[in-house]
């Protein structure tokens, strides 16, 4: 397996512009979620999703919009990039409750983003 | 409100010396709390997780201990490698809801000098 995949690894963006954060998981699981990380800081939820055609905000939701077509596939989608969403975005992934238990998040390998 | 905190923000050890990593939380109805290792670059990596019906649990190297009564968790490295630098967080599982949601503390940076 290759666990959660995240692309692209790095990303330029000027203000205004928009771009889809991927995020794609081959072990399965229900449940997805979306998290920025700041330099020297911990993790935040921006979104995240139990299943194919749900999803639900986290913590930092506002500029971020997500989907969940497909139990595989879990976008970010950021509309208006502003500086304040230079970040590291992680893609994580677990079983969740139904069918298969397990609360352990398995994690990508990150996308850094630079708004200027 | 919930929160996960870890005492300390640097962590610098001997190699082949113990490491310990503390961490507090303050939701007394959390059941499930994970250790995570973050390497410079990349994203955190499992290490260890406990359910809040045990004390203690071990793994290669490293053992997590819960102390409930305190609400305090702890990661315990044995024989700390060069490899072990990183950044550690603890996350505990937000509420009893069926979400999964981790809540993240601010990260522990271990640096081991050999």
């Known amino acids: 397996n290759a666990g959660v995949t995240q692309t692209p690894k790095f990303r330029i963006l000027k203000i205004g512009q928009s771009m889809t954060l991927q995020c794609t998981q081959d072990?399965?699981?229900?449940?997805m979620y979306w998290y920025r990380q700041d330099p020297g800081m911990g993790l935040k939820l921006i979104y995240y999703?139990?299943?194919?055609?749900?999803?639900d905000k986290g913590e930092v939701p506002n500029g971020y919009n997500v989907s969940r077509s497909t139990t595989e596939d879990f976008p970010l989608r950021l509309e208006l990039a502003a500086p304040s969403q230079t970040s590291v975005y992680f893609c994580?992934?677990?079983?969740?409750?139904?069918?298969?238990?397990?609360?352990?998040?398995?994690f990508g390998p990150g996308t850094r983003l630079t708004v200027l | 409100g919930e929160s996960v905190g870890l005492h300390l923000p640097t962590l610098s050890v001997q190699e082949g010396d113990n490491s310990i990593i503390n961490c507090a939380y303050s939701?007394?109805?959390?059941?499930?709390f994970i250790w995570y290792k973050q390497e410079s670059g990349k994203g955190p990596q499992f290490i260890i997780d406990?359910?809040?019906?045990?004390d203690k649990r071990q793994g290669q190297r490293v053992t997590v201990l819960l102390n409930k009564t305190v609400k305090h968790l702890s990661l315990q490295i044995a024989a700390t490698q060069p490899g072990d630098s990183a950044v550690y967080f603890c996350?505990?599982?937000?509420?009893?809801?069926?979400?999964?949601?981790?809540?993240f503390g601010q990260g522990t940076t271990l640096q081991v000098k050999p």
């Open positions: 999703s139990v299943g194919a055609g749900i999803t």
């Open positions: 994580a992934s677990s079983p969740g409750r139904a069918p298969r238990g397990g609360d352990t998040q398995y």
């Open positions: 996350a505990e599982k937000e509420g009893s809801g069926n979400t999964g949601k981790l809540i």
């Open positions: 406990i359910r809040s019906n045990m």
């Open positions: 939701n007394s109805a959390s059941d499930y």
């Open positions: 072990m399965n699981h229900n449940y």
